[in-house]
């Protein structure tokens, strides 16, 4: 134990002594003044890896925190990648949001990219994640790098990796680049010039908001009103100019909500879908009576809409974003898209029927706009997860502001039609079946806790939940003919005439970016008339619920 001790001691004060940054240098000195091994050991007990979703983590000091020093060998390893792959003289694009240590992570990435013979460029301000994924192909870019934890609680930060085509990295990118990452042995072996990247100017801003025109319809109603939170992130400026461009009346934007902020003072989490992130949006709106209440997460590459439901406490309801993802692509298709609709297999399969009936491509991939952007012939593509790419030529990541203008120009047509939202979801309903989803998520501190449930889960699989038999059981860990592998379970159940319900549909997996188990459920109830919707609705929930609670004790958690 001494020895362990001992050795841990070392590595702390081999890590302090190359540290760049007086905060985190602070702070791990006094963590070694103070003897706090358990705080030690949690902060060397590895390193923070480095995946298909860059790097995600706490704020500290330490090889299992974000950091300088993290960024500084990520960065090197992201251009020793480039260097390898033959593209040592390419530009790298580098964006970054409003949160604690984002523009020092931004410009330690420039630097290490300059020291390292590529050229670098730098947003000129904190803007959204979609402006930086337009850069990179707009600038012709080998490589973009966006600074942001999306909408993670206030403490972290992360590192979300670009290749040229404006895709995130997927394997083998991925393992590669840890690889390079592994290999830097020590930060004086990082060469980091004061200067020699360019910062730039508005014109990337301006060029993609002139793009963001092209999701819309020259001449369709523009006469909506909306309230609009940014939740304290990068969103607010860019997408009311967005909005200004198009022809919309100006958004309402929640006052209390309006300023990039990273400390997020008005949430528990500055993420749409949590409990209590809207309230204030709510508040504002029954003050002001828009049409719809519109929000993005903190970097703006996610989209959450509200609509009106009178009776409720609020008077406002929160669309899923597979309701959303549903009403992009019928408005999609009532405009004569073409091209391949795509979808994750965490998503409601009602798109799939949406498409079929149109004839057009569909596709389902893994989670994340990392596979959904690289879909052959890509029209649209959502996730459930409030995530929407409707522009692939401009972007080919999701895009909260894009999305919000088309949801906007949806809504503003159904107005002056005399309809709404909701009655477009009924329309849905009744033509293709009510499909509900829900989630069951579970957040933990340990990590040991989410591969206890999937190891239960995957030794005695569920053979009925909530009644209805389980048809088939898909450890996806193991590929399909269509998806490579991955932690994830998937079951088919049956559907019961008797109990009014068509089919349903689980996926479990971890999360990729939170520590949380995520289990993804779906139940078709048909609904043969407008007048069956609401018994149709009070079924699947109900279905819903007693899905959760079987699968909750199959899992153990």
Not at 196 to 214: I, K, P, S
Request: glycine share 8%; hydrophobic share 45%; charged share 25%.
């Amino acid at each position: 134990m001494a020895s362990d001790r001992t050795e841990l001691i070392t590595r702390a004060e081999a890590w302090l002594a190359e540290d760049p940054d007086p905060e985190t240098r602070t702070e791990l000195a006094g963590l070694l003044a103070g003897g706090d091994t358990d705080e030690l050991a949690a902060r060397f007990a590895g390193t923070l890896q480095f995946g298909t979703a860059g790097l995600r983590g706490e704020l500290g000091a330490g090889p299992m925190r974000m950091n300088r020093s993290v960024v500084i060998r990520a960065a090197a390893g992201l251009a020793a990648y480039l260097k390898a792959k033959g593209e040592g003289s390419g530009l790298v694009v580098i964006g970054y949001d409003a949160r604690h240590k984002s523009a020092d992570f931004a410009r330690d990435t420039a630097a290490v990219m300059v020291g390292a013979g590529l050229r670098a460029a730098l947003l000129p301000r904190p803007l959204p994640t979609p402006v930086l994924a337009f850069a990179i192909r707009h600038l012709g870019a080998v490589a973009g790098v966006e600074v942001t934890a999306s909408h993670n609680p206030p403490r972290d930060n992360g590192y979300k990796v670009y290749l040229g085509d404006g895709s995130q990295i997927v394997p083998p990118a991925d393992g590669e680049i840890a690889a390079e990452i592994a290999a830097v042995r020590s930060l004086a072996d990082v060469p980091r010039p004061e200067s020699g990247w360019e910062t730039l100017d508005d014109e990337v801003l301006r060029a993609y908001l002139a793009r963001t025109d092209a999701v819309l319809t020259p001449g369709s109603p523009r006469d909506l009103q909306v309230v609009y939170t940014p939740l304290h992130g990068v969103g607010r400026d860019t997408l009311v100019a967005a909005f200004a461009r198009a022809g919309f009346p100006a958004p309402t934007v929640v006052a209390e909500q309006a300023e990039p902020d990273p400390d997020f003072p008005t949430v528990a989490f500055p993420n749409p879908e949590e409990p209590g992130a809207m309230d204030l949006a709510f508040a504002t709106a029954q003050s002001v009576g828009p049409d719809i209440v519109i929000a993005n997460d903190p970097d703006a590459d996610r989209c959450a809409v509200a609509v009106p439901a009178p009776g409720t406490q609020d008077g406002w309801r929160m669309l899923r974003g597979d309701e959303v993802g549903a009403l992009l692509a019928a408005h999609l298709v009532s405009k004569q898209a073409s091209g391949t609709f795509a979808t994750t297999i965490v998503s409601s399969s009602l798109m799939s029927r949406i498409a079929a009936a149109s004839s057009l491509p569909y596709e389902e991939t893994l989670t994340g706009f990392k596979w959904l952007a690289r879909v052959d012939g890509l029209r649209y593509a959502f996730e459930e997860a409030l995530g929407y790419c409707v522009d692939p030529e401009g972007v080919r990541d999701k895009d909260g502001i894009t999305a919000a203008l088309l949801i906007a120009e949806l809504a503003a047509e159904l107005k002056h039609a005399g309809r709404t939202l909701s009655d477009l979801l009924d329309d849905l309903a009744l033509e293709f079946g009510l499909h509900a989803t829900d989630q069951l998520s579970v957040r933990v501190e340990d990590l040991s806790l989410i591969a206890d449930a999937m190891r239960r889960l995957r030794e005695t699989p569920p053979t009925t939940l909530a009644g209805l038999t389980v048809t088939s059981s898909e450890d996806l860990t193991k590929g399909t003919d269509s998806l490579p592998p991955t932690d994830g379970l998937r079951y088919y159940l049956a559907g019961s005439p008797e109990a009014g319900i068509e089919a349903a549909r689980i996926v479990v997996r971890p999360s990729g970016t939170e520590p949380k188990l995520k289990c993804y459920l779906e139940v078709v109830v048909p609904a043969p008339d407008a007048a069956a919707l609401p018994a149709a609705r009070d079924k699947a929930t109900a279905t819903l619920a007693a899905v959760k609670r079987d699968l909750s004790a199959v899992a153990g958690i």
